[in-house]
C-alpha cells in the first residue's frame, strides 16, 4: 500500500517510502520529539507531522549537522512552537546553523536570534555550500582587497566562509561593518556567530555598537533582547524588545518574548497585553 493519503505510517513505511534509518526514528523518540501511538497489532504508529519531522532530521543529518545538534535544535524548535504545527514551517542548513524560515521572517534556531531576510545572490535556505565553493570564496578574498571590495561583498563572503571557517567569517563580517558602520547584515549575522559560540558580552558590545550606528533597526534591538536574556539581565532584555515593538509594533516575536519575560518578573497584566498581541500578529 502507498504512503501518500495515509493519516499514519509505521516503521516500515517510514523506511520503505522515505529512506529513513529506524536509528534516526529511535534517537527522535528516545529525545521525546515523536510520540507514536500503538496500533492495533502494538505497532508504532507515527502521524504525518511525526514523519515531517522525522524527514527534516534526516535531511539536516545529509548535510552534515551533528545529530546531538539536530536533536537540540529540533527540541528547541518544539518548545519555542508550542501549538504551531512543525509541519507549517521550513528548517535547513546554512553554513554551520539550523535556520526557520517562515513568510516573513528568519530565525536561527540555537539561538533564538533573527537574520535579515537574504538576497536572491545569497545562500537560500536549504543549500549547503561544498568545500570547493567556500574555498574558491576565500580565494577571491586577495581579489577583492586589491579590488576595493566594498561592505556587501564582504557580507556575502562570510556567509559563505560560515561553513568551513568561522573565524574567517568573523573577519569578513567586521571588514563589512569597517567600511559601513550602518550596514546592518554583517552585525546580526556576527552577533549570531559570537552568541552560539558563548561570546555573549561581545554580542551585546556588538549590538550596542550597531544601534549606535544605525538605530531604528528592529532586529538588532530584538537580538540585543534576546543576548541579554541569555545573560540573565531580564530587565534590560525588556528594554530592547519594548524599543523593538516601538519600531516594529507588529513583530510577533518581540511581543513574544516580552510577555514571557513580563509573565516571569510578575506581570502579569503587561504579559497578557503582549500575548494577546502575539496572537494577533503572529497569523
Known amino acids: 500500500m502507498s504512503a501518500v493519503g ?26 521525546g520529539l515523536l510520540e507514536p501511538i500503538k496500533g492495533s497489532r502494538g505497532e508504532r504508529q507515527f502521524s504525518f507531522q511525526d514523519v515531517v519531522l522525522i524527514r527534516t532530521a534526516d535531511s539536516l543529518k545529509k548535510a552534515n549537522v551533528p ?29 554551520n546553523g539550523v535556520v526557520v524560515s517562515e513568510a516573513h521572517r528568519q530565525w536561527e534556531i540555537e539561538t533564538g536570534q533573527l537574520l535579515m531576510e537574504l538576497q536572491p545572490s545569497r545562500s537560500q535556505p536549504g543549500a549547503v555550500l561544498s568545500i570547493q565553493s567556500a574555498r574558491k570564496a576565500e580565494d577571491r578574498a586577495d581579489e577583492r582587497d586589491n579590488a576595493g571590495a566594498d561592505a556587501g561583498s564582504w557580507f556575502q563572503l562570510g556567509c559563505q566562509l560560515e561553513a568551513q571557517d568561522m573565524r574567517k567569517a568573523e573577519q569578513a563580517y567586521r571588514r563589512a561593518i569597517a567600511i559601513a558602520p550602518d550596514y546592518a547584515d554583517p552585525y546580526l549575522n556576527l552577533g549570531c556567530l559570537l552568541t552560539e559560540a558563548g561570546r555573549l558580552q561581545e554580542a551585546e558590545s556588538l549590538y550596542r555598537d550597531a544601534v549606535a550606528a544605525i538605530g531604528d533597526e528592529p532586529l538588532l534591538h530584538f537580538n540585543l533582547g534576546v543576548t541579554l536574556e541569555d545573560l540573565e539581565r531580564y530587565e534590560d532584555a525588556l528594554r530592547s524588545y519594548h524599543r523593538c515593538i516601538d519600531i516594529a509594533p507588529d ?14 518578573l510578575g506581570d502579569a497584566h503587561r504579559a497578557i497585553r503582549h500575548f494577546n498581541q502575539y496572537r494577533k500578529y503572529c497569523r
Not at 545538534?69 to 553554513?95: C, E, F, Y
Not at 513574544?256 to 513580563?262: D, I, K, V, W, Y
Open 6 to 31: 495515509k493519516d499514519s505510517f509505521t516503521l516500515k513505511d517510514i523506511e520503505g517510502t522515505f529512506g529513513v534509518s529506524r536509528g534516526t526514528v529511535a534517537s527522535l523518540t528516545r529525545a
Open 251 to 264: 513583530m510577533a516575536d518581540a511581543h513574544f518574548n516580552a510577555a514571557r519575560l513580563h509573565e516571569q
Open 67 to 95: 545529530p546531538r545538534r539536530v536533536t537540540r535544535a529540533l527540541q528547541r524548535l518544539k518548545a519555542w512552537s508550542h501549538d504551531r504545527p512543525l509541519s507549517g514551517v521550513r528548517i535547513a542548513a546554512i553554513g
